[in-house]
């Protein structure tokens, strides 16, 4: 039976990933609380350490692509290299403004992928993000005149959608919820470390602790699996990575609005100021804009956005 780092093709990711991101390291958990959650800690830990030097052995269950290569855990704080780190079944995942992401294995594809990163403006990162994913799982051609299944619903969530999403449809009838993304990032002496967390639910699940109504990718693609995923989508992320911190948003524009769910949706929102209104698309920055009489811009990270009728 092969081992967990040869099912999930550590060794292949490692290859096609290291050139883009020197010194990257690929590490598969069969158990974790959080995958941000822990590459975080070891970042504040290599930060914190005399000498920026942490090493705890034996701390982890990972295994690293390449053995001869430094573990994070080894490296001095100064070199915050890269890491994707992929939990089997994550117990303690977290979404977006504090809530539970449930990860069962085979089931979910759950991972983190830690990077410096410095672009000019981090304004619409996590849209950035969503766009590499759904393009990865759910390629169109440039001129193809039918719709999306894989939708965009800002800031951080991706959706597969019922039918052709249209202005003025009833929000019950868009689609579900399909997988979120949590970035978060922190500073180890003069540089910022990315991290960027995906969950995906990939094959049906009976879980308690999950709503009704959302969706998996066996249901685009019958054969889906955690594994095939991630090789479908790691190469796409740090690419659009990489472009983001070198462009930022404003080039992505036009492929977001392709697939943004809320376009043309009434939806209600947490700013006082602007409890409800339609949305009309992004813009070059990546706020929301909304009309509520005057048109306003919702910045991520300030507010949250729900579909009137009970849409997440």
Same mark, same amino acid.
């Given at each position: 039976?092969?081992?967990?780092?040869?099912?999930?093709?550590?060794?292949?990711?490692?290859?096609?990933?290291?050139?883009?991101?020197?010194? &990257?390291?690929?590490?598969?958990?069969?158990?974790?609380?959080?995958?941000?959650?822990? &590459?975080l800690d070891r970042a504040?830990?290599?930060?914190?350490?005399? /000498?920026?030097? %942490?090493?705890?052995?034996?701390?982890? *269950?990972?295994?690293?692509?390449?053995?001869?290569?430094?573990?994070?855990?080894?490296?001095?704080?100064?070199?915050?290299?890269?890491?994707? =780190?992929?939990?089997?079944? !994550?117990?303690?995942?977290?979404?977006?403004?504090?809530? *539970?992401?449930?990860?069962?294995?085979?089931?979910?594809?759950?991972?983190?992928?830690?990077?410096?990163?410095?672009? $000019? *403006?981090?304004?619409?990162?996590? &849209?950035?993000?969503?766009?590499?994913?759904?393009?990865?799982? /759910?390629?169109?051609?440039?001129? $193809?005149?039918?719709s999306p299944r894989l @939708? =965009? +619903?800002?800031?951080?969530?991706?959706?597969?959608?019922?039918?052709?999403?249209?202005?003025? !449809?009833?929000s019950g009838s868009l689609?579900? +919820?399909?997988?979120?993304?949590?970035?978060?990032? #922190?500073?180890?002496?003069?540089?910022?470390?990315?991290?960027?967390? %995906?969950?995906?639910?990939?094959?049906? !699940?009976?879980?308690?602790? =999950?709503?009704?109504?959302?969706?998996?990718?066996?249901? @685009? !693609?019958?054969?889906?699996?955690?594994?095939?995923? &991630?090789? $479908? #989508?790691?190469?796409?992320? #740090?690419?659009?990575?990489?472009?983001?911190?070198?462009?930022?948003?404003?080039?992505?524009?036009?492929?977001?609005?392709?697939? /943004?769910?809320?376009?043309?949706?009434?939806?209600?929102?947490?700013?006082?100021?602007?409890?409800?209104?339609?949305?009309?698309?992004?813009?070059?920055?990546?706020?929301?804009?909304?009309?509520?009489?005057?048109?306003?811009? =919702?910045?991520?990270?300030?507010?949250?956005?729900?579909?009137?009728?009970?849409?997440?």
């Amino acid at each position: 039976m092969p081992n967990s780092q040869t099912q999930w093709g550590a060794e292949a990711l490692w290859q096609q990933l290291e050139p883009l991101l020197p010194g &990257l390291s690929v590490e598969v958990l069969a158990r974790a609380e959080s995958t941000n959650t822990l &590459l975080l800690d070891r970042a504040r830990a290599w930060a914190g350490a005399p /000498d920026g030097l %942490v090493t705890r052995p034996g701390e982890l *269950d990972g295994r690293s692509a390449d053995r001869e290569r430094p573990t994070p855990l080894g490296r001095r704080g100064a070199d915050i290299q890269p890491c994707l =780190l992929v939990a089997e079944q !994550q117990t303690r995942g977290r979404g977006r403004l504090g809530r *539970d992401w449930v990860s069962s294995a085979g089931a979910s594809l759950t991972f983190s992928l830690a990077l410096p990163l410095a672009p $000019a *403006d981090w304004s619409g990162l996590s &849209l950035a993000v969503g766009l590499a994913l759904a393009e990865a799982l /759910d390629p169109l051609p440039a001129e $193809a005149p039918t719709s999306p299944r894989l @939708m =965009l +619903k800002w800031p951080n969530d991706l959706w597969l959608a019922e039918g052709p999403a249209q202005p003025g !449809q009833a929000s019950g009838s868009l689609g579900r +919820k399909l997988g979120g993304i949590l970035i978060e990032t #922190v500073n180890v002496g003069h540089r910022r470390l990315c991290v960027v967390g %995906v969950g995906l639910n990939v094959r049906p !699940q009976a879980v308690p602790e =999950l709503p009704h109504g959302y969706a998996c990718l066996a249901e @685009m !693609q019958a054969e889906a699996s955690a594994p095939a995923t &991630l090789a $479908a #989508v790691a190469l796409p992320l #740090v690419r659009a990575l990489l472009r983001f911190e070198a462009e930022g948003f404003a080039p992505l524009q036009g492929a977001y609005a392709r697939r /943004d769910l809320l376009q043309g949706q009434p939806v209600t929102t947490t700013l006082a100021a602007v409890p409800e209104g339609v949305a009309e698309g992004v813009d070059e920055r990546g706020a929301l804009r909304v009309r509520s009489g005057d048109l306003h811009s =919702l910045v991520s990270g300030e507010v949250s956005v729900r579909l009137q009728g009970g849409g997440a």
